[in-house]
Nanobody, 124 residues
């Protein structure tokens, strides 16, 4: 069983930045593809960014150029740097992991483990 614990959420003004971090308990962390998802008020959960076991990444169109996902296999962490935040980025952000070597996740299907989520609120 892998535990994922997110941190770094909070309240920020539009145009500001936040950095989310997710710590994993997996012994073979490098063998997991990872992703950040979010679920805004009244919306479905959506992929924000993914990172594969080789370090390649993919992003939702709405966050390209503003968000950056990164992983540190030595520390068992995956981070999401969020810049130029917009009010529409307000959501609960979830970290998720998919066991096995592979490309960055492109959807919630097949993800094996999820964190509890951290709230990000962007005010105007």
């Amino acid at each position: 069983q892998v535990q994922l614990v997110e941190s770094g959420g909070g309240l920020v003004q539009a145009g500001g930045s936040l950095r989310l971090s997710c710590a994993a308990s997996a012994r073979t962390f490098s063998q997991y593809a990872l992703a950040w998802f979010r679920q805004g008020p009244g919306k479905q959960r959506e992929l924000v960014a993914g990172i594969g076991t080789a370090g390649n990444t993919n992003y939702a169109d709405s966050v390209k150029g503003r968000f950056t996902i990164s992983r540190n296999n030595a520390k068992n962490t995956v981070d999401l740097q969020m810049n130029n935040l917009k009010t529409e980025d307000t959501a609960v952000y979830y970290c998720a992991a998919k066991k096995g070597w592979g490309p960055p996740p492109r959807g919630s299907g097949g993800m094996d483990y999820w964190g509890q989520g951290t709230q990000v609120t962007v005010s105007s």
